[in-house]
């Protein structure tokens, strides 16, 4: 694979990380408040929710076609749905597991390259969104909900278009298999986040 094509990933990859960084304050109580980048940075905070967002770019970018943009619109959509759900409290069962269990399976779906109907995919992140959102949610604040919450949609955005662009320059690179074997690790994630 040629370097040059790795250089746009990486330096994206840099500037979303470096915008998920926070100030460290000196006071207790400083930036106990909830903002934009507070929900920006929550689907950046946790294994789960990165691997699995960004799976959903991986497999939308391997599909291609109008995949491309319908199942990461899917996804962004519901898990507005979950985190509505989670912010008033609803009860939602299972929500760490059903995280989990995301990211094994859009792993798989990466690793074995599988193409499905638009329709099918975009129902498959878009139940696995609701658990996602809802553990943002869950987590928000009762007030500055609306820029917490434009936070991780735009977050979640950013995470997809970074699968896509892994997806196309490793295939215009190396072919699928540096592709499938980040499914691979994608949903070894998963497994052991599922049984630990």
């Not at 990486?10 to 980048?37: D, K, R, Y």
């Not at 970074?162 to 592709?179: F, H, K």
């Amino acid at each position: 694979m040629r370097s040059d094509a790795i250089r746009p990933t990486t330096a994206f990859l840099a500037i979303l990380f470096g915008l998920a960084a926070t100030p460290a304050f000196a006071h207790v109580g400083v930036g106990t408040h909830f903002s934009f980048m507070h929900g920006f940075q929550h689907p950046l905070g946790g294994l789960d929710h990165l691997a699995a967002m960004i799976a959903v770019g991986l497999w939308a970018g391997i599909a291609g076609g109008r995949r491309v943009w319908v199942w990461p619109l899917a996804f962004v959509a519901m898990m507005v749905v979950g985190g509505i759900l989670g912010r008033a409290g609803i009860a939602l069962p299972m929500v760490e597991p059903a995280i989990a269990l995301s990211v094994v399976v859009l792993g798989v779906l990466v690793a074995a390259t599988i193409r499905v109907p638009v329709a099918v995919g975009a129902i498959i992140v878009a139940v696995f969104a609701i658990f996602h959102g809802y553990a943002h949610g869950a987590e928000a604040p009762q007030t500055g909900w609306l820029g917490y919450a434009a936070g991780f949609v735009v977050a979640t955005a950013l995470l997809h278009l970074v699968g896509i662009a892994i997806a196309r320059l490793l295939e215009r690179g190396s072919g699928l298999i540096p592709v499938r074997a980040l499914g691979s690790a994608t949903a070894a994630l998963g497994v052991f986040l599922l049984v630990k």
